[in-house]
């Protein structure tokens, strides 16, 4: 390993003028004026997966944006890795508060600056270059892997289950790594083996057929905003749990292992206050900030629409209102269920004279990896090669709902090795990546391939 890691320390420069030339693609998968540059970024991915010698490169069609797949099975006998990532990237607006232009990456204070930085371009360029690297000192690669980016993870993956279940055989693997999260701290790497679900729904709330003069009309006429504030309202009580009836049921209890070790992590509180400008958290009763951050379901509006939003005063009784809600959720809870008790809750509170309409967005389901797996262990044992520093077990209340589905779909159990970090500023503006973890993500995703076939044999 000691060539390969030379290699890659070598070759820096390098590195950093392809990740550049990634990070220009505007490969915004939500935007249709982006589809010809999701496309564009997708089809030079391939172009540099058949330079680096993986065979079976392929651009595949979707109903959306296209997944790129690309596989190295030159070990028989060897384990396979399935290595996840993607390539689309979240909006930029608000545009005017980037300090450079979000798609020039730009260099400040040993961080590189740009749009999918962290989240996910930097991440899989890592391991592009890892097995690169394995591969150029090598002539082969210890494990046989499969590549699979998608461009439409930050829209919710509408077509990458189906993609699953038609691509078994291309897709056949013995576990599966995904760098998409953050380490816990700068300087502390983390594997994390837990992942939240969402349930993310729109309500729309109907009165009467036109917007009415609010003096002539207001009072016996019920108000779809008023009534819409109310629903809302109704989702939590003071206590921060979610008031709906049932949402607990299926929810794995927080173990006291699990408490115990989410302690000793000695989490920051106030330095997470600090960085988001606010003097108070309200976590769940009865648990701790990290422990609702990162295991506890969670319910949150995302935006509201409805009635005069402009300067002045005007009044009206808005005819129509909606909002859109989202519902972070923990195994053993599923988005269908979920959205049934809300909507239900919701039908059961609405007075007469209005009606309700829910949609239901994309949602994903929750995962949990057992800490004592292979792959686990291989993450760990490669971050710690990689940084120099012992890693840490963490949850995460973001998700990536793929990774049930190589569970129930593919059989197998993912590891998740982040090098992000907590202020990469993800789906924010000036969304950033340190170079420390840009080039130890690359040591750490070779010694994760190196590591991989003795820890998987010895399981
Ligand atoms: N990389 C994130 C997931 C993530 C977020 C990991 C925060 C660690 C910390 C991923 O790209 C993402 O944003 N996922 C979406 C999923 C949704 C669109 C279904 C999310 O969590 O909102
Ligand atoms: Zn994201």
Avoid at 65 to 86: F, K, M, N, Q, S
Wanted: hydrophobic share 40%; proline share 7%.
């Amino acid at each position: 390993m000691e060539a390969v890691i030379r290699r890659l320390a070598a070759e820096q420069d390098k590195q950093m003028r392809e990740l550049e030339t990634l990070l220009r693609f505007p490969s915004i998968s939500t935007d249709p004026e982006r589809v010809a540059h999701v496309r564009a970024c997708a089809e030079y991915l391939v172009g540099q997966l058949q330079a680096q010698g993986f065979s079976r490169t392929v651009l595949h069609e979707t109903a959306g944006h296209p997944i790129v797949t690309a596989e190295w099975r030159g070990a028989p006998g060897a384990p396979t890795v399935l290595l996840y990532g993607h390539y689309d990237v979240q909006p930029v607006d608000p545009l005017d508060l980037w300090a450079t232009p979000p798609f020039e990456p730009a260099l400040r204070d040993g961080r590189l600056f740009a749009r999918g930085v962290a989240d996910d371009k930097g991440q899989i360029f890592c391991h592009m270059k890892a097995l690169e690297a394995l591969l150029a000192e090598h002539g082969r690669l210890p494990v046989n892997v499969v590549l699979l980016f998608e461009g439409e993870e930050e829209i919710g993956s509408p077509n990458l289950d189906s993609f699953l279940r038609s691509h078994k055989e291309l897709l056949a693997c013995d576990c599966a790594v995904v760098s998409d999260t953050a380490m816990f701290a700068a300087g502390r790497p983390s594997i994390t083996y837990g992942l939240k679900g969402l349930c993310y729904l729109e309500l729309e709330v109907t009165g009467p057929s036109h917007d009415l003069h609010s003096g002539s009309f207001g009072g016996p006429v019920v108000n779809p905003l008023n009534t819409l504030a109310a629903l809302l309202a109704s989702l939590k009580d003071g206590q921060g749990r979610v008031a709906v009836a049932g949402f607990y049921d299926q929810v794995l209890p927080l173990t006291d292992v699990e408490r115990r070790a989410f302690a000793a992590l000695n989490f920051d509180v106030p330095g997470l206050m600090a960085s988001l400008s606010v003097d108070a958290l309200s976590p769940e009763a009865g648990y701790t900030v990290l422990e609702h951050l990162w295991a506890r379901p969670t319910c949150d509006v995302n935006g509201f629409m409805g009635g005069f939003t402009g300067t002045g005063a005007k009044t009206v009784l808005p005819s129509r209102a909606s909002a859109k809600v989202s519902f972070r959720l923990v195994p053993d809870q599923t988005p269908g269920e979920i959205a049934d008790l809300v909507e239900a809750h919701w039908r059961r509170l609405l007075p007469a004279g209005v009606t309700l309409s829910v949609t239901r967005h994309h949602s994903g389901k929750p995962a949990l990896t057992p800490i004592d797996h292979p792959v686990v262990k291989t993450g760990m044992a490669a971050l710690e090669q990689g940084f120099g520093v012992p890693p840490v077990y963490q949850r995460e209340g973001g998700s990536i709902p793929i990774v049930a589905a190589f569970d129930e779909v593919l059989g197998v159990k993912t590891v998740l090795m982040g090098f992000g970090l907590p202020d990469s500023r993800c789906h924010s503006p000036n969304e950033n990546l340190s170079l420390e973890n840009i080039f130890g993500g690359m040591r750490a995703a070779a010694w994760f391939y190196h590591l991989l076939p003795d820890a998987m044999a010895g399981a």
